[in-house]
């Protein structure tokens, strides 16, 4: 968290108004992704509050083998459940889950900028 908050921080110093950043690439064996979402989730919403007050969004790429899935970023998204923390929709990920792509985006839809 603290790490991110920097992030904020130099995204703030650069002018930027919106910050994307990962979640997780890989998970511990034996852990699902929704329990990742459980214990993920209040740390992220720390950040996108620190980033909300000073007029930054933040959002997260369906990337990395966990979350690429439109599903389980939505799901993710709506764990968090602030409003500046959104999707940033990259559809070639999709296919890396052999998701097709406008399936995927009615799912990201609601949940993008």
Not at 50 to 74: M, P, W
């Amino acid at each position: 968290v603290k790490q991110l908050c920097d992030c904020v921080d130099v995204t703030e110093a650069l002018g930027a108004s919106i910050m994307r950043h990962d979640v997780c690439y890989s998970l511990p064996e034996g852990v699902s992704w929704e329990t990742a979402i459980e214990q993920m989730a209040p740390h992220i919403r720390r950040v996108t509050e620190y980033a909300k007050v000073n007029g930054i969004r933040t959002c997260t790429e369906n990337h990395g083998f966990v979350f690429q899935d439109s599903l389980r970023v939505k799901a993710l998204i709506d764990a968090v459940g602030d409003e500046n923390y959104r999707w940033l929709v990259d559809l070639g990920n999709f296919l890396c889950v052999d998701e097709p792509p406008l399936e995927a985006v009615r799912t990201a839809v609601p949940s993008s900028f």
